[in-house]
Structure formats: structure tokens, C-alpha cells
């Protein structure tokens, strides 16, 4: 069993900052690639950003130069700081991970429950 957990959302000012972090946790081998989507009621999930086993990132050009995506390979988290928070930012905000699990011998995609994040205006 593979489990992501969400923590970090909450209510922000705009031009303010949150830091998000996704634990995986279980019976973990490996995990590929990780991103952060996020989706404001009405809309379609979205993809926030992206980051490889090798710290490779990719963002929506809606959050280039705010956001920033890492990882801990060490401690399986995935973290998402977010600065310079504008209202269109609100959603609920869902980590992504790709895991090879102990014993398996393919990869399988696996989402947290997500955290909402509010930006007053």
C-alpha cells in the first residue's frame, strides 16, 4: 500500500506565501516522477508542476517565477513553495507521484486526498 498525504494549505493574502509538502509513504522501492496539480471549483485538475527522480522541473506558465517544486528522495516528500499567491491561485491543490513498489516490477501512479489553498484578495 502506497500513501500520499497533503499538508500545508490553508487561507493567504494575496502576495503572500505557503509552502505545501506530500509525504509518500508504504512499501516504497522507488519513485519516478512527482507533480502538484490543482483544481478551482468549476474547472478542470490542472497540472502545477513537475519534477524527475533527477530534480528535473517543469511548471504552468501561470506560476513561473512563483512557484517552485523540490523533493527529499531521502525522506519521500514532495514540496511545493508557492510566493507571490494571486486569488486565481485558490483550489485544492493534489500531489502526484509514480512509485515502484517493494517487490513490483512495474510503476503505478498514486494521488493525495488534497489540501485547499485560499488566496483573499
Known amino acids: 500500500q502506497v500513501q500520499l498525504v497533503e499538508s500545508g494549505g490553508g487561507l493567504v493574502q494575496a502576495g503572500g506565501s505557503l509552502r505545501l509538502s506530500c509525504a509518500v509513504s508504504?512499501?516504497?522501492?522507488?519513485?519516478?516522477?512527482a507533480g502538484w496539480y490543482r483544481q478551482a471549483p468549476g474547472n478542470r485538475r490542472e497540472l502545477v508542476a513537475v519534477?524527475?527522480?533527477?530534480?528535473?522541473?517543469n511548471y504552468v506558465d501561470s506560476v513561473k517565477g512563483r512557484f517552485t517544486i523540490s523533493r527529499d528522495n531521502a525522506k519521500n516528500t514532495l514540496y511545493l513553495q508557492m510566493s507571490s499567491l494571486k486569488p486565481e491561485d485558490t483550489a485544492v491543490y493534489y500531489c502526484?507521484?509514480?512509485?515502484?513498489?517493494?517487490?513490483?516490477?512495474?510503476?503505478?501512479?498514486?494521488w493525495g486526498q488534497g489540501t485547499q489553498v485560499t488566496v483573499s484578495s
Open positions: 508504504g512499501s516504497i522501492f522507488s519513485i519516478s516522477g
Open positions: 519534477i524527475t527522480s533527477g530534480g528535473l522541473t
Open positions: 502526484n507521484a509514480v512509485v515502484r513498489r517493494l517487490g513490483w516490477g512495474h510503476e503505478s501512479e498514486y
